[in-house]
């Protein structure tokens, strides 16, 4: 069994992932509640048993917060956008094998609740590899006018700890298939990344501009998740470029897949091509 849940400390859930009605956004500090792990990599077997503790912060000093529990089905779009289904709606659902407690949680100031995540995966699976289920925290809370007044109008919001269940032998099998700067904006790499494995990438590295003489003048830092069977543009802003001397340099990726079950989850390196680069 290996479990790899991505926490947070109280203090700072508020890097975790905020739904909005509309749209998807970081979670704003005004609302203080966070959710830790927001990430959770699981390997199952058919008949296992687990569980998975996730704890809702409320780390705002005078609001008390009440949420609701849910569960989801969830995926990404071809631009690394979360997209949410209901329970049961995909192929790779795991929500069915789910059941959790408690289904509502009050948070007063600067407290925190554990919710209890129980996962019975059923004896015959059809498919190996990566299966997904999100478990859900959603309040309404009322949106506020330029003054920080209550404007009357509430909206929904929801934070997610996704779940990736992965059953073994699977592989995971990531390559960069185009890598480019971007035709608008020269700071932007735009890498292609296409995942033919049965279970997810998890990119980590760094991108390096090196002047001629081949010493680093600029890095970024790299990191992307392609699910099984997924594609992915990745976008990448690159840092501190702006700061450089006119000249020629070359952008080199050092960039590793962190999830590789069929490497015994050790890091495997992805190959990626170098890129020239002309700062003006």
Do not use: C
């Not at 966070?34 to 058919?46: A, L, N, R, Y």
């Amino acid at each position: 069994m290996r479990i790899n849940a991505r926490n947070l400390t109280l203090p700072t859930m508020i890097g975790a992932i905020l739904l909005g009605a509309a749209s998807y956004a970081p979670i704003a500090a005004a609302f203080g509640v966070g959710v830790q792990p927001s990430t959770v990599e699981m390997t199952i077997k058919p008949g296992d048993r687990q569980r998975q503790v996730v704890t809702i912060g409320n780390v705002h000093k005078s609001k008390t917060i009440s949420m609701t529990m849910a569960l989801a089905d969830w995926s990404l779009d071809d631009n690394g956008k979360l997209i949410l289904n209901a329970p049961g709606e995909t192929e790779r659902s795991a929500a069915d094998w789910v059941r959790f407690s408690p289904a509502s949680v009050t948070l007063k100031p600067e407290t925190s609740q554990d919710v209890t995540v129980e996962i019975s995966a059923p004896y015959k699976i059809e498919n190996k590899g990566d299966h997904r289920f999100a478990l859900l925290a959603t309040t309404l809370l009322p949106e506020l006018n330029e003054r920080g007044e209550t404007s009357g109008v509430w909206n929904r919001y929801q934070l997610a700890s996704l779940f990736y269940l992965t059953l073994t032998p699977s592989e995971s099998l990531p390559t960069v298939t185009s890598v480019a700067l971007n035709p608008d904006d020269s700071s932007i790499v735009t890498m292609k990344i296409k995942n033919e494995g049965d279970a997810h990438a998890r990119l980590q590295g760094t991108a390096y501009v090196k002047g001629t003489d081949g010493e680093v003048v600029a890095e970024t830092p790299l990191n992307a998740v392609v699910l099984d069977g997924g594609t992915r543009t990745y976008n990448i802003r690159l840092e501190n470029v702006a700061q450089l001397d006119a000249g020629n340099y070359s952008i080199d990726f050092d960039l590793n897949n962190a999830f590789a079950p069929q490497n015994k989850f050790r890091s495997t390196a992805v190959d990626v091509n170098s890129v020239e680069y002309v700062a003006k």
